[in-house]
């Protein structure tokens, strides 16, 4: 079955960095986009980056474009999100995401505060 685990969150202090992984398996990893979403206490989910499987092509939400970078190793079956320069309005929940078909699966969370 699908999995997508999801690690690397923590408390870290505004200006700092954090890598996020994601660890996927049960599907055929190289052939389907991975994003990541976020979602902060009583605000909707919201995507925050994608990657596409061939190429490596990448799109981001305005709130994070040159500061996160999304990226993938297909040899491994993760996709990773490097966070740099954090703000405190980064604090969420993040989630690893996979559509395969009309299916959505996701991680199960991992949680990043960015406070002082």
């Known amino acids: 079955q699908v999995q997508l685990v999801e690690s690397g969150g923590g408390l870290v202090q505004p200006g700092g960095s954090l890598r996020l992984s994601c660890a996927a398996s049960?599907?055929?990893?190289?052939?389907?986009?991975l994003r990541w979403y976020r979602q902060a206490p009583g605000k909707e989910r919201e995507l925050v980056a994608f990657?596409?499987?061939?190429?490596?092509?990448?799109n981001y939400a305005d709130s994070v474009k040159g500061r996160f970078t999304i990226s993938r190793d297909n040899a491994k079956n993760t996709v990773h999100l490097q966070m740099n320069s954090l703000k405190p309005e980064d604090t969420a929940v993040y989630y690893c995401n996979a559509k395969i078909g009309w299916i959505d699966y996701w991680g199960q969370g991992t949680q990043v505060t960015v406070s002082s």
């Open positions: 990657i596409f499987p061939i190429g490596g092509s990448t």
């Open positions: 049960g599907f055929t990893f190289s052939s389907y986009v």
